[in-house]
């Protein structure tokens, strides 16, 4: 499967992002500029393609796991005692991921200090460089706010680095980063884009790759989006199991299969931009805090709309609250404008939404979602052959059978 690792990941910080702004209030893009920057230092060091490749992918991944760490809640803020674990999860997410080289303890050192007072307490020299990087290039934007471009900004970065060199960060390394960004340079970043200026500095590549390697990038951000809410615990991947197997109910070949796997398991990747009392409200939502809750789908295109390759797996993901009578959202699109996939995600969506618990119902048994679902139907909301087929498919549980009907 030919894919924008990097571009994948870079889309879905954004994601990760909106989580760690809730948690410790830093800018949508941190991830970003964290990658930015590392890539930046790490071309002092004359670092190739492949190991920058890696430096940005795990400096944009380096908080993945602040929703399995903060897992059951965002509210209850950051826990010094156990900060640690977020680096550990974190590391393990990404042990599958198809790196150039190798990344040991890139995201578990990302809080070691140069004077050995950081999470894990190890001396500078058992700490991997790019760890290190990614470290002074987290805590500068989370500490300066580097999007914020100014003279003033600069000499906040200087004295930020300066108070903390020997301390936290190792003094070759500060002044590797300060190589590279002077103040002359800085300015010039003023109303850029960063992600104009990360593609500028490690431009995309695209690869061919196993799926299953794919399978692996996808799950793990499909984990992280099941642990946002302690109420939807396996949503994602209970969704994209279903819609796999309804996908070769219906003969589809193993491209389509796996694209629409990616799909399922990301389709509410927008939910990471939805805020946690919302999401973990123990009751129904009223009206306003409902039409809040719809903005997640929305939020959902956004994300992976900046995938290149991605166009069909976004519409199929981003669609699935939309209704064949142009009820739903985000769009308001109509049956005329929903394919056959597009319909199908938003039936096992809801299907799988039925038979979960919920704080404020318990999952209900198949004939009571299909009687629902066949309700729907009649009132022109979603697909009346879909849903009869998912009956057939899901009654007793069997083994998925083909047949003729395509996608």
Request: with cysteine; net charge negative.
């Amino acid at each position: 499967m030919e894919v924008d690792m990097n571009g994948v990941i870079f889309a879905l910080s954004y994601a990760l992002d909106k989580v760690e702004s809730e948690l410790i209030g830093v800018d949508i893009d941190h991830a970003k500029w964290v990658a930015y920057m590392s890539v930046l230092t790490g071309k002092t060091y004359d670092m190739s393609f492949e190991q920058l490749s890696d430096l940005a992918a795990c400096a944009a991944m380096h908080d993945n796991a602040l929703t399995q760490y903060n897992a059951g809640g965002r509210d209850r803020g950051l826990d010094p005692s156990v900060f640690g674990l977020h680096c550990t999860f974190g590391q393990e997410n990404i042990a599958g991921f198809p790196f150039y080289g190798d990344t040991t303890d890139f995201i578990t050192y990302h809080h070691e200090n140069a004077d050995g007072t950081g999470l894990f307490h190890k001396n500078d020299n058992e700490v991997p460089l790019a760890a290190k990087i990614i470290h002074l290039a987290d805590m500068v934007d989370v500490s300066c706010k580097v999007k914020d471009v100014s003279v003033e900004n600069y000499k906040t970065i200087l004295n930020y680095l300066n108070s903390n060199t020997d301390q936290m960060f190792p003094r070759d390394l500060v002044q590797h980063f300060l190589t590279k960004f002077t103040e002359e340079f800085y300015l010039s970043l003023k109303g850029r884009s960063i992600k104009d200026l990360l593609s500028e500095e490690l431009p995309h590549n695209v690869r061919e790759y196993p799926f299953e390697q794919v399978r692996g990038v996808m799950n793990v951000f499909g984990q992280i989006v099941d642990c946002i809410s302690s109420f939807t615990r396996n949503h994602s991947f209970c969704v994209a199991d279903k819609v796999t197997r309804m996908a070769r109910f219906y003969g589809c070949d193993d491209q389509i299969i796996e694209r629409i796997y990616i799909a399922g398991v990301l389709h509410d990747i927008g939910k990471m931009a939805i805020n946690n009392d919302i999401l973990e409200k123990p009751a129904r939502l009223s009206e306003t805090e409902f039409a809040y809750m719809q903005n997640h789908a929305w939020y959902t295109y956004v994300i992976l709309s900046q995938i290149r390759g991605f166009e069909d797996i976004t519409e199929w993901a981003s669609l699935h609250h939309e209704k064949l009578n142009g009820t739903g959202y985000p769009f308001g699109k109509t049956g005329k404008d929903l394919s056959k996939t597009d319909r199908l995600l938003a039936c096992v969506d809801i299907y799988q939404a039925l038979s979960e618990d919920r704080p404020y119902k318990k999952g209900m048994e198949h004939t009571k979602c299909i009687d629902i679902m066949r309700d729907m139907a009649s009132k022109g909301l979603i697909d009346a052959e879909i849903t009869e087929d998912v009956n057939t498919v899901f009654k007793v549980a069997p083994e998925v059978t083909t047949s003729d009907r395509m996608i």
